[in-house]
């Protein structure tokens, strides 16, 4: 049987940290990470703040010549941590709102180092393939152990009949950003018709 056609990736949303309190090898991923997208002409969809993890990376990618899209709700840009250097900055009015508008730009989502922001971004875009409103990639980068903790937890909760053991299959654990742009190349085209009004 012939192998289905792969996908071809246009635009990737990333979830990180607004926080630069982190490690530096954390810091030094979310800038390899902007860079590799700029070099593939991968558009960059992140959270429109200029701090962080996501500022780092954000200006990474401009810097080697990316586009990048930001999304802020109205309330953030208010606290002045939106970035105005982007491509194109869209303000929405709420947090579901940024969460849709980021969803509906992007062909596929990854995951680095964060805080709560991030993993409720990781959940809800799970959740939303798990209940087939969409069949976009989505990879977990297990950046120097990071994210160990998170899998145990969902290794934890299948093991106690909260989740299916295909729910490991949702979603792609790579080692470091050097792997995200190969796996993503390698996912297959999607089974599912993005279903976003349903959301």
């Not at 992140?46 to 401009?62: E, N, P, R, S």
């Not at 299916?164 to 742009?181: C, E, G, Q, Y």
């Not at 089974?191 to 976003?196: A, D, E, L």
Request: charged residues 25%; glycine residues 10%.
């Amino acid at each position: 049987m012939a192998k289905p056609p792969k996908r071809r990736i246009r635009s990737v949303c990333v979830y990180c940290g607004s926080s630069g309190r982190g490690p530096a090898r954390h810091r030094r991923d979310a800038v390899a990470f902007g860079r590799a997208l700029a070099a593939a002409r991968i558009e960059l969809v992140y959270g429109g703040g200029h701090v962080g993890l996501m500022g780092l990376m954000a200006d990474a990618a401009l810097s080697a010549g990316g586009r990048v899209i930001g999304v802020i709700p109205a309330d953030l840009i208010k606290k002045e941590v939106g970035y105005g250097k982007v491509t194109r900055l869209v303000v929405t009015k709420s947090m579901h709102s940024r969460k849709m508008a980021m969803f509906k730009r992007s062909d596929a989502f990854v995951v680095l180092p964060g805080g709560p922001g991030t993993l409720d971004e990781f959940f809800e875009v799970l959740t939303w393939r798990q209940l087939r409103f969409h069949d976009k990639p989505i990879v977990l980068v297990e950046s120097h152990g990071y994210w160990t903790p998170l899998i145990d937890l969902i290794e934890w909760i299948i093991r106690h009949g909260y989740a299916r053991a295909s729910f490991r299959n949702l979603f792609k654990i790579v080692r470091t950003v050097d792997d995200v742009l190969p796996a993503l190349r390698a996912a297959p085209r999607p089974r599912v018709k993005s279903q976003p009004k349903r959301l």
